[in-house]
C-alpha cells in the first residue's frame, strides 16, 4: 500500500503563507498524477490543484496566482506553498496521488491523506 503523511496545517492571519507537504511512501513503482482537495464544512470538495508527472500543473481559479503546487519525484513528496491567504481558504485540505506498486503495477490506484486542517483568521 501507500501511505500519505500530511503536514504544514495550522492557523495564519489573512495576507499569511503556509506550505503544506504531503509524503509518500511504500513500494512504490510509479507515482502519476498529485494533487489537493479541500473541503469547507457543509460544502462539497474542491479540486485546489494538480502536478502530473511530467510538471504540468492546474489551479481552481481561486487561488490562482496565490498557491503554487511542485513535487519532488526523487522523494515521492509533493508541496502546496500557499501565499497571500484569504478566510474563504479556510478549509481541511486533502493529498491524493495515483501510483503504481509491486502488488498493483498494472494499476494506477489512487492514495488519500488524512487531511490537514487550514484555517485563515484574524
Known amino acids: 500500500q501507500v501511505q500519505l503523511v500530511e503536514s504544514g496545517g495550522g492557523l495564519v492571519q489573512p495576507g499569511g503563507s503556509l506550505r503544506l507537504s504531503c509524503a509518500a511512501s511504500g513500494n512504490i513503482l510509479s507515482m502519476n498524477v498529485m494533487g489537493w482537495y479541500r473541503r469547507a464544512p457543509g460544502k462539497q470538495r474542491e479540486l485546489v490543484a494538480f502536478?502530473?508527472?511530467?510538471?504540468?500543473?492546474n489551479y481552481v481559479d481561486a487561488v490562482r496566482g496565490r498557491f503554487t503546487i511542485s513535487r519532488d519525484n526523487t522523494r515521492n513528496t509533493m508541496y502546496l506553498q500557499m501565499n497571500s491567504l484569504k478566510p474563504e481558504d479556510t478549509a481541511v485540505y486533502y493529498c491524493?496521488?495515483?501510483?503504481?506498486?509491486?502488488?498493483?503495477?498494472?494499476?494506477?490506484?489512487?492514495?488519500w491523506g488524512q487531511g490537514t486542517q487550514v484555517t485563515v483568521s484574524s
Open positions: 491524493y496521488c495515483g501510483a503504481q506498486t509491486a502488488s498493483r503495477a498494472a494499476e494506477n490506484m489512487i492514495y
Open positions: 502536478i502530473n508527472k511530467s510538471g504540468t500543473t
